[in-house]
Each structure stands twice: as structure tokens, then as C-alpha cells.
T-cell receptor
Framework: GAGVSQSPSNKVTEKGKDVELRCDPI?????LYWYRQSLGQGLEFLIY????????KSGLPSDRFSAERTGGSVSTLTIQRTQQEDSAVYLC???????????????FGPGTRLTVL | AQKVTQAQTEISVVEKEDVTLDCVYE???????LFWYKQPPSGELVFLIR??????QNEISGRYSWNFQKSTSSFNFTITASQVVDSAVYFC???????????FGQGTELSVKP
């Protein structure tokens, strides 16, 4: 079956420009996550969507970062006025969630490599 | 605070050697979930295993085995008879029970040489 897909796979942009990164989760997965992987910081959580609940935005590094999830499926991560320190691989993951809690493994997409010149 | 520590940054072994990747975690929760992921050179994170805190049985899957010890807060991963295809970065992670996010260790880069 189809896994998590992300687009674009690579994005090069100039400092100060806005970028949008897209994630298509596995069909039927109610939870969607964004992480960032950079050399100095390892794997960092950014934001988490679960069903109709308010998203957990606690990992977003600044107000230049925002994300939305439309129709409980596709998600877009937007970075405004990009800075060089935003250069990283942005990973999206999705999972099922138990209504009562618990944990199910997250399945990751291939990532978007963002380079800010 | 919740934290995952993978003290080994890089490990290099020769094919057919056994290798153990260490993972130590910190959490105040009595129920928690631990994971291992593999990130091969292609870059995509691949799920390997999930372990619940109330299940301390060790698990074996082919050449892979995991040793979960609550007494030492460790969840170590052993590859038996390593192969070149095992070369990758391996991440241990803890699920944050206040939300859904995974808290990752810094990763261990394993290099298996022929």
C-alpha cells in the first residue's frame, strides 16, 4: 500500500522567501506529525495533528512556522521569511491512534530537504 | 523531563560481528512506549519495534533482538552476525504521553564493513 508521501523532495530557496512543504499521510491515519532533522539538532518535533483536536504546536521554533491539515488528511507546513538556519530535512509521519491513548508506531515519509541560500 | 540518550555516536564493525546499540531513557510516567527506527543512507526512517513499559519480555526478530530493562531504564538493540546492509543510523525514541510526539535520541551511526 501507499506510504507517507512528501513533496517536493528537494527545495532550494533564497533567504527571506516563503516555502510550503506538503505531506500526504497514509490513508486512514488520524494522527500526523512534522519533525525536522538537522546536523546540529538531531530529530526535533515540530507539530502534531490528531483528528479534530487542536494541534500541538509546542515544537514550532518561531512564529514564522505554521502548519495546517485540511480535511483530516493532507498537511502543509509553511515557513515564512526563511532563514539559513531553517535549512534541514523536514519529515512528516502519520499513525493510527487509540481513542483511549496508547501508542502505535509512526510511519515516516522520505522528507523534504530544504536549503536556504 | 523525558529524555533519550544514545551514548554511542558511531560504531564500526566487521561483517558477521555482533553489535549492541545502547539506549537509556528518562521518564516519570509509569506507562510509556519505546521505539527503534533505522535510517539507511537513503534517508527514510524505518520502524523496527515498539515496546510497552508493562511488557518486559525481550524480543527477537531474525538477527535483531531487543533487551528492555526497566530497572536500568535501558532498551538496547543487538544485531547478530551483522551485514553490510545493516549500515545505517539507528534511533531510539520515547513517546511523549502528554501528546503524540516521539522524543528521539541523537542516533548511533553503525558502519558494517565487509
Amino acid at each position: 500500500g501507499a506510504g507517507v508521501s512528501q513533496s517536493p523532495s528537494n527545495k532550494v530557496t533564497e533567504k527571506g522567501k516563503d516555502v510550503e512543504l506538503r505531506c500526504d499521510p497514509i490513508s486512514g491515519h488520524t494522527a500526523l506529525y512534522w519533525y525536522r532533522q538537522s546536523l546540529g539538532q538531531g530529530l526535533e518535533f515540530l507539530i502534531y495533528f490528531q483528528g479534530n483536536s487542536a494541534p500541538d504546536k509546542s515544537g514550532l521554533p518561531s512564529d514564522r512556522f505554521s502548519a495546517e491539515r485540511t480535511g483530516g488528511s493532507v498537511s502543509t507546513l509553511t515557513i515564512q521569511r526563511t532563514q539559513q538556519e531553517d535549512s534541514a530535512v523536514y519529515l512528516c509521519a502519520s499513525s493510527l491512534e487509540y481513542p483511549s491513548g496508547g501508542a502505535i508506531e509512526q510511519f515516516f515519509g522520505p522528507g523534504t530537504r530544504l536549503t536556504v541560500l | 523531563a523525558q529524555k533519550v540518550t544514545q551514548a554511542q555516536t558511531e560504531i564500526s564493525v566487521v561483517e558477521k560481528e555482533d553489535v549492541t546499540l545502547d539506549c537509556v531513557y528518562e521518564t516519570r510516567d509509569t506507562t510509556y512506549y519505546l521505539f527503534w527506527y533505522k535510517q539507511p543512507p537513503s534517508g527514510e526512517l524505518v520502524f523496527l519495534i515498539r515496546r510497552n513499559s508493562f511488557d518486559e519480555q525481550n524480543e527477537i526478530s531474525g538477527r535483531y533482538s531487543w533487551n528492555f530493562q526497566k530497572s536500568t531504564s535501558s532498551f538496547n538493540f543487538t544485531i547478530t552476525a551483522s551485514q553490510v546492509v545493516d549500515s545505517a543510523v539507528y534511533f531510539c525514541a520515547l513517546k511523549d504521553n502528554q501528546g503524540g510526539k516521539l522524543i528521539f535520541g541523537q542516533g548511533t551511526e553503525l558502519s558494517v564493513k565487509p
